[in-house]
């Protein structure tokens, strides 16, 4: 039997598993991480108020002009519904 330490597919072995564990520590603490950044960001009111309030104006100017359009609607029904037949 051969010394094990000695052969070459036991360190290309070696070297595969390090690098695999390698990249999952380093995936799992990049995560972490950008989970910290997101929980601070959010915490300081960063992008996610400054998106919330975009696009709460948006839906409150889609809104206005819904019943602005509703009114007009009701306009109109009202003049095809006055005119003698």
């Given at each position: 039997m051969e010394y094990v330490l000695g052969s070459l597919?036991?360190?290309i072995g070696i070297i595969a598993l390090v690098a695999v564990v390698g990249g999952i520590i380093t995936s799992v603490i990049?995560?972490?991480n950008e989970t910290k950044r997101y929980v601070a960001d959010a915490a300081n009111g960063g992008a996610y108020k400054?998106?919330?309030d975009d696009t709460s104006r948006q839906l409150?100017?889609?809104s206005e002009q819904l019943y602005e359009l509703d009114d007009r609607l009701a306009r109109v029904e009202k003049t095809l519904t006055d005119i003698p037949g």
């Open positions: 597919w036991f360190w990049a995560k972490s400054q998106l919330a409150k100017l889609i």
